[in-house]
């Protein structure tokens, strides 16, 4: 429509029953255009809807070993641990130690680390398992695949 004064700026959207939205008010001469602004609001709304939708939540998922566990039950949580971090989700591998296990932490450490081992191509750890208590804690990240 080229340069108008404001005034005729609005006068000219009351006519045609739109809004009128400063798009560059920055600019000389500031730039502005007819819009129904009830429309674009509800269009801003479902693009944000949208993208909210189609983002993926990686949440926290958690995996508890013991340190005498079998060879058994270690396949199956490596499947577990496998399916999760595959699927994007972040993994902690805690490991209670019940009475006196407290005092061969080391045996502990090592399944831990053997099963951290086994996880290597699918997740790495953020940082070396740590005691935090009565539990020996890690948490793997997914390896991002390119």
Do not use: C, W
């Amino acid at each position: 429509m080229g340069v108008l004064k404001t005034a005729d700026a609005i006068e000219k959207a009351q006519a045609k029953e739109l809004d009128l939205m400063v798009v560059s008010p920055n600019s000389k001469p500031p730039v502005a255009k007819f819009l129904n602004y009830s429309k674009y609001r509800y269009e801003q709304q479902r693009k944000v809807k949208e993208m909210r939708k189609s983002s993926q939540q990686a949440e926290l998922k958690e995996i508890r070993l013991s340190p005498v566990i079998d060879k058994g039950d270690i396949a199956t949580k490596l499947k577990h641990a496998i399916k999760f971090l595959t699927k994007g989700h972040k993994l902690k591998l805690s490991m209670r130690f019940y009475g006196r296990m407290i005092t061969h932490i080391d045996v502990g450490r090592q399944v831990m680390n053997n099963f951290i081992e086994e996880l290597k191509e699918y997740g790495t750890k953020e940082k070396n398992p740590k005691m935090d208590g009565r539990f020996l804690v890690v948490i793997l990240s997914p390896v991002d695949k390119k």
